[in-house]
């Protein structure tokens, strides 16, 4: 199940890109995140209600539900998007891929659990595969204050998305299934980034064309519904850290639709990075040795 939820997830998440370059035009950006969520909450919802599924909560479930909605469906979409003007695509993608070892470190801070060497090396070696696979664009590509300040924003997208999967986590040993937290934490999300765009008076258009109503389609059921769903499910089960390992492996799936749709050319360093990668999901899935204790003799 477990395996099976892990490639669901990269799959899935690994061609969303596809449908938010497509989404790209008319509607403002913040807005098609609003339309994402609040669709993706309602159908939540609908599902968890006709399956008679969803799950009570408390004040406190709520409260970290707000939270959960402002860190993974809010403000890291608003980050990377935004810094994604000034910094390269394949720079935001090594960013983001330091998931693995952030939530390795909160999960330490905040649940006092021990950091695996594995994953620890695991995550070091899948960094140093995107650094190679995108070698060509972050060399190409000239630093100045607007770089940096694009790289802040997506440390601070990368910081809220671990802060988010901690949020789950907790939520989870609370005996809050994903979905019921997902449906709440997305509604919760939409309607924040919705009252941040009145604000700042940013208007709500909508296109009609087959092409934005499509990739909105599957930006809300596979990308949210079932993507996020699959994800926090593995925070679940497998550690933070381990299912974090997914952001690494996002880009090679990415990388192989742009070749087939787009004419992305494989290169030498390309294809030691990818190498690297693929050591690096071994690493941080190999189960540790079990211990042997030693007998002395009396």
């Known amino acids: 199940m477990n395996l ?86 394949g720079l935001i993608a090594v960013v983001f891929s330091t998931a693995t070892l952030w939530n390795a470190l909160n999960a330490r801070l905040f649940f006092g659990q021990r950091i695996a060497a594995n994953v620890l090396a695991g995550g070091a070696l899948g960094l140093s595969g995107l650094g190679l696979l995108f070698w060509p664009e972050l060399g190409s590509h000239q ?35 994903p979905m019921t937290t997902n449906a709440w934490g997305m509604a919760y999300g939409a309607g924040m ?41 593995l925070v679940g089960r497998m550690g933070p850290e381990r299912a974090a390992y997914c952001t690494v492996l996002f880009p090679l799936v990415a990388l192989n639709v742009s070749a087939y749709m787009e004419g992305y050319q494989w290169t030498t360093p390309a294809l030691a990075g990818l190498v690297l990668v693929m050591l690096g999901n071994v690493l941080v899935f190999r189960k540790p040795k079990a211990v042997v204790p030693v007998l002395k003799a009396a």
């Open 4 to 89: 099976s939820l892990y490639l669901l997830t990269v799959l899935i998440w690994g061609t969303t890109w596809i449908a938010l370059k497509l989404q790209l035009g008319v509607v403002a950006i913040p807005v098609s995140i609003v339309y994402r969520f609040a669709l993706a909450a309602l159908v939540l919802f609908v599902i968890l209600l006709i399956a008679r599924r969803l799950q009570p909560m408390d004040r406190r479930g709520h409260l970290v539900c707000v939270a959960q909605g402002l860190c993974l469906f809010c403000v890291n979409f608003m980050c990377f998007l935004t810094a994604s003007q000034w910094v390269p695509t």
């Open 143 to 177: 630093a100045s204050a607007q770089t940096l300040f694009g790289l802040g924003l997506a440390l601070l997208g990368t910081l809220c998305f671990s802060a988010g999967n901690m949020l789950s986590s907790l939520q989870q040993k609370a005996g809050l299934r």
């Open 193 to 233: 980034l919705a009252m941040y765009c009145l604000v700042s008076g940013v208007p709500f258009t909508m296109d009609w064309s087959g092409q934005y109503l499509g990739s909105l389609l599957y930006l809300v059921i596979p990308g949210s519904v079932i993507g996020f769903t699959a994800y926090l499910t």
